[in-house]
C-alpha cells in the first residue's frame, strides 16, 4: 500500500483579526453600559402577591434605563462601524 504524506505545512502568515483593539474596546465599553442599563430596569417587588406602582413605574425603570440602553446599542454599533486607523 502506498502511504499518503499527510502532514501539512506550517504557514507562518500572521492572523488578521476583523476588528483593531481599538474597536474592540469601543465594543467592550457598549456592552458594559447595555449590561448597566439592563441592571437598572430590573429589580421589583419580590412578593408575587404585592404591586407597587411607585417601584415599577419608577423614572429609573422606565425612562432612564431604556434611555442607557439606547445608547449602549449605539456604542455598540459605533465600535462596529469605526473605521480603523492604518
Do not use: C, H, W
Amino acid at each position: 500500500m502506498a502511504t499518503k504524506d499527510s502532514t501539512k505545512k506550517v504557514s507562518s502568515e500572521k492572523i488578521e483579526f476583523l476588528f483593531k483593539k481599538e474597536n474592540y474596546m469601543i465594543i467592550l465599553a457598549g456592552v458594559v453600559v447595555l449590561i448597566v442599563g439592563y441592571f437598572l430596569m430590573s429589580g421589583g417587588s419580590q412578593k408575587p402577591n404585592e404591586f407597587n406602582t411607585d417601584e415599577i413605574y419608577s423614572f429609573r425603570r422606565i425612562t432612564l434605563a431604556p434611555i442607557v440602553v439606547i445608547i449602549g446599542y449605539v456604542i455598540v454599533m459605533f465600535g462596529i462601524l469605526k473605521k480603523p486607523k492604518e
